[in-house]
């Protein structure tokens, strides 16, 4: 089984200012890893992914994340927020298909950022 | 363009009648999945399938039921036995067979019980 903790809640921030939202998981297989945003009352859409490769992965609008298979943890960063980066972040991880059966893609619980003007 | 369309984007309901969410995709995607979001919770699972004419229940099934007869529409149907139906519900999809599981959603539906 896996499962997929997102340490807070909500997270407010100034603008320009530097935000993390943390990510942990556990899982018993190697895992993909996966930030999607929803901004309100809007559907899921894909930020980044961790397949393989680069443990360092960036998004075109500036976030970035890094998968720590020691920790397992996959926080997201981003080194200066604007009033656009306001929404719901959710990280997700995915095991392996094994090809008998289903493979699911296990949602932490959400972590609204709020950004200050 | 590709993707996942869901109507309507607002649903009204009385207590104790049936209603049905669509879903349609025209991304080729084989597997297809329905999700609940409530405030703070997170999206929990409902049903999925990944071939048509097959379905699987989720986490939260009870008071639900789907039906897959094309492999571009998923229809959701929430039943008088769901006992708090108000929510707002998001269908994916994804590639059946491949290393993960990445899925891409639609817009979503608000369902409201009045």
């Known amino acids: 089984a896996q499962s997929v903790t997102q340490l807070d809640s909500q997270v407010p921030v100034f603008e320009e200012a530097p935000v993390e939202l943390r990510c942990n998981y556990s899982?018993?297989?190697?895992?993909?890893l996966f930030w999607y945003v929803q901004y309100p009352n809007q559907g899921l859409q894909l930020l980044l992914k961790y397949l393989s490769g680069s443990t360092l992965v960036e998004s075109i609008n500036g976030f970035e994340a890094e998968f720590n298979k020691s920790q397992t943890s996959f926080h997201l960063r981003k080194p200066s927020v604007h009033i656009s980066d306001t929404a719901e972040y959710f990280c997700a991880v995915s095991g392996t298909y094994s090809g008998a059966g289903s493979y699911q893609l296990t949602f932490g619980k959400g972590t609204k950022l709020s950004v200050i003007p | 363009d590709g993707g996942i369309t869901q109507s309507p984007k607002y649903l009204f309901r009385k207590e104790g009648q049936n209603v049905t969410l669509s879903c349609e995709q025209n991304l080729n995607h084989d597997a297809m999945y329905w999700y609940r979001q409530d405030p703070g919770q997170g999206l929990r699972l409902i049903y999925y399938?990944?071939?048509?004419?097959?379905?699987q229940k989720g986490d939260i099934a009870e008071g639900y039921s789907v039906s897959r007869e094309k492999k571009e529409s998923f229809p959701l149907t929430v039943t008088s036995a769901q006992k708090n139906p108000t929510a707002f519900y998001l269908c994916?999809?994804?590639?059946?067979?491949?290393?993960?599981?990445?899925?891409?959603f639609g817009p979503g539906t608000r369902l409201t019980v009045l």
């Open positions: 899982s018993s297989v190697s895992v993909y």
């Open positions: 399938s990944q071939i048509v004419n097959d379905f």
């Open positions: 994916a999809s994804s590639v059946r067979e491949g290393s993960y599981n990445e899925q891409f």
